[in-house]
């Protein structure tokens, strides 16, 4: 493999590997979310305690 | 009101087994995979790791303990000595003012053509009056294996040429003189 | 990269969605220094932009392991005197954990491309990716551990101690360089000490681990969430079960439960 091809299979990899994590973070989120029946975001308490900065 | 009787508190326990029952074999298998490759790891680590290579004036001491076992090497490249034919590559490698003659078998790879790049190789030494940069040597190292090992020095090619001198400080206090490249 | 703009999205709050544009958006300009604005190397060429994924991996995954100790050990500590058993904590040292096992397999295949064009080998079992390889292992098992089904308090402190004895090798893994001899050469960035790094690499570097540090937290506090849901979802469950069970129980008699 040439230098280029081996630089754009690295960061090629690297940015599929992240974004679908994220997605899947985020998809598996919602779809619990969604089981549980909290429409709304702010509802439940699990993000006061995460992060209390967002806790007016 | 709860009017559950007692022996039923029991129940919740009993369920979550019967629920996690599936799960927790897979679960069993995976951690027993895991522990199985961290002591392949493990072997594979303290076998190699400890001793990863020698470089060339400590490889030249320990000749004789040596005999012809397999080693590995490390020294720079002396960009005037490199010659190839026929899939051999000869060259000579330093490293603390001490010089080997390499035979090497195979394809060099592709950053070998940088001149003064370290190099570890993998194989033996071979007795056979030879003439290195330093004198005359008993042994040549015989590679088939051959690695670039690449510094922490990172330059931008915009800025630097490659450089055919030496790496600054690397062969001042050595007692002969390398050749500049005539090829 | 993180979607965290969706404003359907369950676990995103408004401090977050700013952390999610703010990877984003650094993203983009990463890109661009790592692939166009920085040089090639005078030796490796144009390999050396997987240094710029490389090296903050790693970064990331170490400081992630940190978190994950850290909580850890205020788990332990914590556990009795907190409401919620200290399980905040908990959460928090398996989000991280999962974020720099995500990493640590990053800087791993990274490193593997970029050997395979300098040093002519995809691996090498030397003592830096031998330690590497098994801090990926150990923190694998320690997300196995996570996932085995127990109470969670004792689970917590069954994964905590573990976590506390895979981050021993943390150190190990930074220090192995210089503690024996390896292929892979030294640190490229350590403190105190000059980079032998020019320039424009040195800046792109910088940047990309800011970049990827903050991709990493917008996923770790995500990840925390969901941790958080599944722990939700799963008393939810287990109390609908009990209660079903009960059911039947007094269905024989009244054809009625209480759900409760």
């Known amino acids: 493999m040439s230098e280029v091809a081996t630089v754009a299979t690295g960061w090629g990899l690297t940015f599929v590997a992240v974004a679908t994590y994220s997605l899947w973070v985020v998809r598996r989120g919602r779809t619990i979310g969604r089981e549980l029946g909290i429409g709304d975001v702010g509802s439940t308490d699990f993000q006061r305690d995460a992060d209390p900065r967002t806790d007016p | ?183 | ?260």
């Open chain 2, 1 to 183: 009101m709860d009017l559950t009787p007692r022996h039923e508190i029991e129940e919740p326990g009993h369920l979550r087994r019967a629920i996690h029952r599936r799960r927790r074999w897979s679960i069993f298998a995976i951690t027993v995979v895991l522990i199985a490759a961290m002591a392949v790891i493990t072997a594979q680590g303290l076998r190699n790791a400890t001793l990863f290579f020698r470089n060339v004036d400590e490889a030249i001491e320990q000749r004789a303990e040596l005999g012809d076992r397999r080693f590995r090497i490390q020294g720079r490249v002396i960009p005037a000595s490199v010659q190839g034919e026929s899939g051999v590559t000869t060259f000579q490698v330093v490293y603390g003012c001490a010089v080997a003659l390499v035979r090497h078998t195979g394809d060099p790879p592709e950053l070998f053509k940088s001149p003064w790049i370290p190099v570890v190789l993998e194989g033996n030494w071979v007795p056979g009056d030879i003439q290195t940069v330093a004198g005359t040597d008993s042994h040549y190292f015989r590679s088939d294996r051959m690695l670039v090992k690449h510094t922490n020095e990172y330059a931008s090619a915009n800025e630097q040429r490659v450089s055919e001198s030496p790496p600054l400080g690397f062969l001042d206090t050595c007692p002969f003189k390398v050749p500049v490249n005539t090829s």
């Open chain 3, 1 to 260: 990269m993180p979607g965290g703009t969706n404003s359907t999205e369950m676990t995103a709050t408004p401090a977050t969605r700013v952390l999610g544009i703010s990877a984003v958006a650094a993203t983009a300009p990463m890109i661009l220094l790592g692939l166009a604005i920085s040089p090639a190397d005078v030796v490796q060429g144009e390999a050396v932009r997987m240094l710029y994924l490389h090296v903050p991996s790693i970064w990331v995954a170490y400081g992630s392991f940190v978190l994950t100790s850290f909580s850890s050990l205020l788990f332990l500590a914590r556990s009795k005197r907190r409401p919620d058993g200290g399980r905040h904590y908990d959460r928090l040292a398996g989000s991280a954990a999962e974020i720099g096992v995500l990493f640590t397999a990053i800087t791993l295949i990274t490193g593997m491309l970029w050997g395979k064009v300098t040093w002519g080998t995809y691996w090498q079992w030397d003592a830096r990716l031998t330690t590497t390889v098994l801090l990926f292992v150990t923190y694998l098992g320690y997300l196995a551990l996570r996932r085995l089904p127990a109470d969670p308090m004792v689970r917590g402190r069954r994964a905590a101690v573990m976590a506390l004895i895979s981050f021993i090798n943390v150190p190990i893994v930074h220090y192995s360089v210089d503690w024996w001899r390896t292929l892979h050469q030294k640190a490229s960035l350590s403190v105190g000490r000059r980079p032998e790094i020019t320039g424009e690499m040195y800046w792109t570097l910088l940047y990309s681990v800011l970049t990827v540090t903050i991709i990493a937290a917008w996923l770790t506090v995500h990840r925390y969430r969901v941790i958080r849901l599944e722990e939700l979802r799963d008393e939810e469950n287990l109390e609908m079960l009990i209660s079903s069970r009960r059911n039947e129980k007094t269905a024989d008699g009244t054809g009625h439960g209480d759900t409760t």
